[in-house]
Nanobody, 117 residues
Framework: QVQLVESGGGLVQAGGSLRLSCAAS????????MGWFRQAPGKEREFVAA???????TYADSVKGRFTISRDNAKNTVYLQMNSLKPEDTAVYYC???????????WGQGTQVTVSS
């Protein structure tokens, strides 16, 4: 059974930094693309960043230059380093993995990030 567990969220002031982690279990994830999404209250879930099995990354325009996605395949973990945080980054952050198709098949439970102004 595939499980994703996010951690690292919290409360931070604007301009601060946080690093989110997503630990995967149930199968080796080195061959799969993984991504981070977020959902703010009253809004749809939106794409934040993704990383391919080979380490190639893509970002939403709103986080380019501030967030960095990375992975450690030996630890089955993907990270999201978030710098220069803004109040509009406040959301629940979810990680997902593409296992069977080009869609995200599994999701974690989410971790809350709150940025105060």
């Amino acid at each position: 059974q595939v499980q994703l567990v996010e951690s690292g969220g919290g409360l931070v002031q604007a301009g601060g930094s946080l690093r989110l982690s997503c630990a995967a279990s149930g199968r080796p994830f080195s061959s799969y693309a993984m991504g981070w999404f977020r959902q703010a209250p009253g809004k749809e879930r939106e794409f934040v960043a993704a990383i391919s099995w080979s380490g190639g990354s893509t970002y939403a325009d709103s986080v380019k230059g501030r967030f960095t996605i990375s992975r450690d395949n030996a630890k089955n973990t993907v990270y999201l380093q978030m710098n220069s945080l803004k109040p509009e980054d406040t959301a629940v952050y979810y990680c997902g993995v593409k296992v069977y198709s080009n869609e995200y098949d599994y999701w974690g439970q989410g971790t809350q990030v709150t940025v105060s102004s």
